[in-house]
């Protein structure tokens, strides 16, 4: 019987210490190789020659390949992987259920070099999840020859989603989101994504229980380049995670616990089913995009004797910073005007102070934020308490 409270009420024993950033390089995947007797294959390397691994788990008939880290600035799937694999040594009734009737293929990391700079796309600028048809990058290749040998009747394809996305209609923000992807123009459905949804279904069924409203259905808009899509079109169900955003949880150490407990219960249901109801996939409500991170609200904007009254909208863009080598999260303006119809993680009423800035008295946008309104500063893209 699989209990996602349970799991989650146990997930301290089996969380992976040491990995609390968001940011994850090759370095840090390294050391998480040095702490554990996991065997691991070499299966290729990126285009700057750094190793790409390949860890397997269970001796089951049915196979399973999950990856992640295509886009190299998300990361919450591979430490949800970490956690896991270290589920996988506890001899739990689920545990033995789930190895004894799959071999599970795990690719962490499948994009080192983007994730040494907190990139999207590899070193040479190619976006991996849209590079299914030109192939030329050097790291769809080796997904591609992984699949093709694999024999696999499931694929998982872990990603990151921005801050944005709200669940729905709702003020609830999209801890997690879930994807059958299509695999054409007028998106039907084919036996092949009755199954990528029954296994989201079964998902979102045990989500429900510990994340009630937090979890979102991703546009199933058919793009005819990425490898979600081409996978589906090529016969194999493709579940598409998409971790997003928990309330303060900006290193998105509560969003990794739920995406390995919605990887745990997608692997459990892949074992113990052969038929997936998929008929409440459509229930699980569209992701909307109502959130910013902060909305400074009552914004007085002055200019002699002219002056016009906005609300102020902020992002957090996590940027590589090469001299100290680390990522820094930097606060850009990104909307400006009447903001009314979205949602801020943080809101602040600036109870009409007047705008600010050392250069100018007018905010503009795709700005990194330095200005003052009343008691609230920004300085270089960080908040000065």
């Given at each position: 019987?699989?209990?996602?409270?349970?799991?989650?009420?146990?997930?301290?024993?089996?969380?992976?210490?040491?990995?609390?950033?968001?940011?994850?390089?090759?370095?840090?995947?390294?050391?998480?190789?040095?702490?554990?007797?996991t065997?691991?294959?070499?299966?290729?390397?990126?285009?700057?020659g750094?190793?790409?691994?390949?860890?397997?788990?269970?001796?089951?008939?049915?196979?399973?390949?999950?990856?992640?880290?295509?886009?190299?600035?998300?990361?919450?799937?591979?430490?949800?992987?970490?956690?896991?694999?270290?589920?996988?040594?506890?001899n739990?009734?689920?545990?033995?259920?789930?190895?004894?009737?799959?071999?599970?293929?795990?690719?962490?990391?499948?994009?080192?070099?983007?994730?040494?700079?907190?990139?999207?796309?590899?070193?040479?600028?190619?976006?991996?999840?849209?590079?299914?048809?030109?192939?030329?990058?050097?790291?769809?290749?080796?997904?591609?020859?992984?699949?093709e040998?694999?024999?696999?009747?499931?694929?998982?394809?872990?990603?990151?989603?921005?801050t944005?996305?709200?669940?729905?209609?709702?003020?609830e923000?999209?801890?997690?989101?879930?994807?059958?992807?299509?695999?054409?123009?007028?998106?039907?459905?084919?036996?092949?994504?009755?199954?990528?949804?029954?296994?989201?279904?079964?998902?979102?069924?045990?989500?429900?229980k510990v994340?009630?409203?937090?979890?979102?259905?991703?546009?199933?808009?058919?793009?005819?380049?990425?490898?979600?899509?081409?996978?589906?079109?090529?016969?194999?169900?493709c579940?598409?995670?998409?971790?997003?955003?928990?309330?303060?949880?900006?290193?998105?150490?509560?969003?990794?616990?739920?995406?390995?407990?919605?990887?745990?219960?997608?692997?459990?249901?892949?074992?113990?089913?052969?038929?997936?109801?998929?008929?409440?996939?459509?229930?699980?409500?569209?992701?909307?995009?109502?959130?910013?991170?902060?909305?400074?609200?009552?914004?007085?904007?002055?200019?002699?004797?002219?002056?016009?009254?906005?609300?102020?909208?902020?992002?957090?863009?996590?940027?590589?910073?090469?001299?100290?080598?680390?990522?820094?999260?930097?606060?850009?303006?990104?909307?400006?005007?009447?903001?009314?119809?979205?949602?801020?993680?943080?809101?602040?009423?600036?109870?009409?102070?007047?705008?600010?800035?050392?250069?100018?008295?007018?905010?503009?946008?795709?700005?990194?934020?330095?200005?003052?309104?009343?008691?609230?500063?920004?300085?270089?893209?960080q908040?000065?308490?």
């Amino acid at each position: 019987m699989f209990d996602i409270q349970l799991l989650e009420k146990k997930y301290s024993t089996f969380r992976q210490e040491g990995f609390d950033e968001k940011w994850l390089n090759y370095d840090g995947l390294l050391r998480y190789f040095s702490t554990k007797n996991t065997e691991k294959e070499q299966i290729g390397t990126s285009f700057l020659g750094n190793s790409i691994y390949k860890l397997s788990f269970g001796t089951g008939e049915k196979r399973i390949l999950i990856w992640s880290q295509m886009h190299g600035n998300e990361s919450s799937g591979t430490r949800a992987m970490f956690d896991v694999i270290n589920f996988f040594e506890q001899n739990s009734e689920i545990t033995q259920n789930i190895l004894s009737q799959l071999t599970i293929d795990f690719i962490p990391m499948l994009n080192p070099d983007g994730a040494n700079v907190n990139t999207r796309r590899n070193a040479i600028g190619i976006d991996i999840n849209r590079d299914f048809l030109a192939k030329e990058s050097t790291e769809i290749h080796i997904l591609l020859k992984q699949v093709e040998k694999g024999n696999y009747i499931t694929l998982f394809n872990l990603h990151d989603q921005r801050t944005i996305f709200n669940v729905g209609t709702t003020e609830e923000p999209a801890t997690l989101s879930f994807l059958a992807p299509s695999y054409n123009l007028e998106e039907d459905v084919n036996d092949v994504r009755e199954k990528t949804m029954g296994i989201i279904q079964a998902i979102n069924t045990d989500l429900q229980k510990v994340i009630p409203g937090k979890v979102g259905r991703y546009t199933s808009e058919f793009y005819p380049m990425s490898t979600g899509d081409n996978f589906t079109k090529m016969g194999y169900p493709c579940v598409l995670f998409e971790a997003g955003h928990y309330p303060n949880d900006y290193q998105r150490n509560e969003t990794r616990k739920y995406n390995a407990l919605a990887i745990i219960s997608g692997l459990f249901s892949v074992a113990t089913q052969n038929e997936f109801a998929f008929d409440d996939y459509l229930s699980i409500p569209q992701n909307g995009q109502r959130f910013l991170d902060v909305i400074l609200h009552n914004v007085q904007i002055q200019n002699g004797d002219k002056s016009s009254h906005v609300d102020l909208g902020i992002y957090f863009e996590d940027i590589y910073n090469n001299k100290s080598n680390k990522v820094e999260q930097i606060a850009k303006i990104i909307e400006i005007g009447d903001l009314r119809k979205f949602v801020g993680h943080l809101e602040l009423d600036a109870n009409n102070q007047i705008y600010k800035a050392e250069n100018s008295f007018y905010p503009t946008l795709n700005q990194i934020a330095t200005f003052e309104v009343g008691s609230i500063k920004l300085i270089n893209g960080q908040i000065i308490n």
